[in-house]
């Protein structure tokens, strides 16, 4: 019984030294205590959260301009490949003597040697956005030799040319000049 007994003291000791740790005010939890520590978990959790959808958000933008960077780079291989085959084919017809090279005269000489039969009119005036009569003529003959004789040059650049005109503007003036040469035409004839 004696080893019953030392048993049943031991027991009976470890449960007093629980119940003093139990009963002691300095290990108790203070209300405030868990209050800080519910409120401080809580803002953890949130900025976990809030980082979690920052990250997705972060993801999302990844995602889009990894796609655009990618379509960029197609257009970019489209386009590079639609120029070597222009190229190639300009240097097939060059090969074949198919292509008929000119040379092309400069505008600004075009456009001296039209002014030259308008000594009172400057470029400048021509590029003008002033439409006085003394002008109209001279611009649009201008216009008229530089589209026919630098045929490589679209309306609208030759728009771009004289300050920036439109291109019907363009195709006025060609239009009008043919038209006074061919009824100059008819009237020498008859």
Request: a positive charge; one cysteine or more.
């Amino acid at each position: 019984m004696n080893i019953r007994n030392s048993e049943l003291h031991r027991q009976s000791a470890e449960a007093q030294a629980v119940r003093a740790r139990l009963m002691d005010p300095a290990a108790w939890v203070k209300q405030a205590d868990v209050e800080r520590l519910r409120v401080s978990l809580q803002t953890e959790t949130e900025r976990a959260q809030k980082a979690l959808a920052e990250n997705d958000v972060l993801k999302g933008r990844l995602v889009r301009q990894g796609y655009l960077v990618s379509r960029l780079e197609l257009d970019l291989a489209d386009r590079d490949a639609r120029i070597l085959a222009q190229a190639d084919r300009i240097c097939l017809l060059e090969n074949v003597g198919m292509t008929a090279r000119q040379d092309k005269k400069p505008v600004a000489d075009i456009i001296a040697k039209v002014l030259a039969d308008f000594p009172d009119v400057t470029w400048q005036e021509i590029c003008g956005i002033r439409r006085s009569r003394r002008l109209i003529e001279p611009r649009q003959r201008c216009m008229f030799e530089v589209s026919r004789q630098r045929a490589d040059l679209s309306f609208p650049a030759i728009g771009r040319i004289f300050g920036g005109r439109d291109h019907t503007t363009i195709i006025h003036a060609v239009r009008k000049v043919k038209s006074q040469e061919t009824n100059q035409d008819t009237t020498t004839s008859n």
